[in-house]
């Protein structure tokens, strides 16, 4: 401490609050508490819309019980576990952090961060603020040790070292109080920050530690990060209202034009193609009735005429005159559709994991269905069915659904919740359904198969191992279109995009430069 008694001096102090590592809040929000013993008595506020809050926090327990998702799975070294508490020395008012030690030397599966409201009223975390710390303690050091309490003579030379710091310290402290000036100025005896003994000597240690400075954990993740390039963007006003895009890049080849699909899913989980832009522009939108776009509300815009239109118009409004058209899940309808209604400048196609045939995709999602816990193919029969009893037991059972088909990362990306956020509800209802598992909307009978040898365009089709749009399907849409190249990925769902960006990038890369060195345009007649 200083002579103004603060504690920032206090080494131990210092040396703790960088002991571990912290977990950051990744939003601002409020818990409101009234004081009652039930979970609804405890009310979050979300203040900048983050998208997987309330995957993030809830209350689980109920008394006054916060709980925390840390977002990971921790491994440590066998023998070893983690200490869980919230940031050292970092007192709250109103809520105050739980502790506990869990043994990650074997742990398959994520814990939860804890912490205890204690007055009712309003607790405030801001984004950037640690909620979380931990850090590795040996599992088997505590049952190996024996304390023993001996009387401080049976120590001759440690008795002899304190009381010639007691009696050095009992004469600081009479000098400081009498306002000497070198006492003063010295604030503080700096005997342990120097480790030193009172006799002036350097103790004999070899590890004391003045700073501690612990490295940042190496982030090896197969996570493609948006590169350093030039975007802008903005809306265009189409017939049936504004429709927001980006643009991301400058290079002079062929731009990539991105549809998402859903349908009515917006562009985010769709991010890690800006990759592509240290080559070519890459054009994202976000389709009428969702994300960033305007949302009118007249059914007559969501039918499947309307939505491959709207296609046509946003590629004429952005003046893309040529360009490599992907289209992911329903997004390659849109881009089938616009391609057999012969529309000019398509310099290639890419369909990922393509919903072309819809009754085929019901089917194989229903055998995969078959796959998950009893309980679970129960109660999405029932929502077949048009009842949905238990809707929390539901809304479980659709995750583990996609957990398994739709994306395979754990946990999902921003990009990909920040998709299931901004959908837009009017053409997903009606052209998909009530249903995610199932199809059940105006799509539910759409099968392109018989019409796709007419597509003349160079073509890539992907999906993933694990995906609904299984390897079987799609290889039964490839054969009908000439000269069509097939990649699976095989840690992938879904989302290979997402799941597996590298090995994605790569082979997206590696077409669209093929075809934008030989650019042909076979459309049909």
Sequence with gaps: MDANRHAYRCLPLSIANAYGWELLSPSTFSIYWNGGPDKSDIRFTCEDNY???????????????????????????????????????????????????????WLPYPFTMNWQLTRPGTVRFEKGEPFCLVYPVMQQALEQTQPEILDLETD?????????????????????????????????????????????????????????????????????????????????????????????????????????????????????????????????????????????????????????????????????????????????????EHVLAGASGIASLTLASPCLNVPQLNADSRRMQTELPDEFQTIIAEADSGQVRHPELYQAAVRAYFRRHLCRRE???????????????????????????????????????????????????????????????????????DGAQLSVFADSSHMPHVEEPEAYLITLRAFLARETVAPTDRRPS
């Design 51 to 105: 998208p997987s809050f309330g995957r993030f926090a809830e209350s689980h327990f109920s008394r006054g019980i916060v709980t925390f998702r840390t977002g990971y799975i921790f491994r440590t070294e066998p023998g070893w576990g983690l200490l869980v508490t919230g940031p050292l020395n970092h007192p709250k008012d109103g809520i105050a952090p739980l502790a506990g030690v869990v043994e990650t030397d």
């Design 156 to 336: 001759p030379e440690l008795t002899a070292s304190y009381r010639a710091w007691r009696e050095e310290r009992d004469v600081f402290r009479v000098h400081a109080r009498a306002g000497d000036e070198e006492a003063l100025k010295a604030g503080w005896q700096k005997y342990y920050f120097k480790g030193e003994l009172p006799d002036g000597r350097q103790a004999d240690l070899g590890n004391h530690i003045q700073k501690l400075r612990l490295d940042a954990p190496i982030d090896r993740r197969e996570t493609a990060a948006t590169p350093a390039a030039n975007s802008t963007e903005g809306h265009v006003a189409t017939s049936a209202g504004r429709v927001w895009y980006r643009v991301v890049g400058a290079g002079d080849d062929i731009p990539l034009l991105v549809v998402p699909g859903g349908p009515g899913f917006p562009h985010d989980y769709l991010d890690s193609l800006s990759m592509l832009a240290d080559e070519r522009r890459v054009v994202f939108f976000d389709p009428l009735g969702c994300g960033r776009s305007d949302r009118p509300h007249d059914p007559r815009l969501w039918s499947l005429e309307a939505c491959v239109a709207r296609l046509d118009e946003v590629r004429r409004l952005l003046q893309l005159d040529r360009v490599h058209l992907l289209g992911h899940d329903t997004g390659a309808v849109l881009a089938v």
């Design 411 to 481: 946990p999902w990306p921003i990009s990909v919740e920040r998709t299931f956020s901004g959908v837009g509800q009017g053409e997903y209802g009606t052209l998909w359904g009530p249903v995610p598992t199932t199809c059940k909307g105006q799509l539910r009978d759409y099968d392109a198969t018989s019409r796709l040898a007419s597509i003349s365009v160079p073509t890539l089709l992907t999906c993933g191992a694990h995906d609904d749009t299984t390897p079987e399907a799609v290889g039964a849409l490839q054969s009908q279109i």
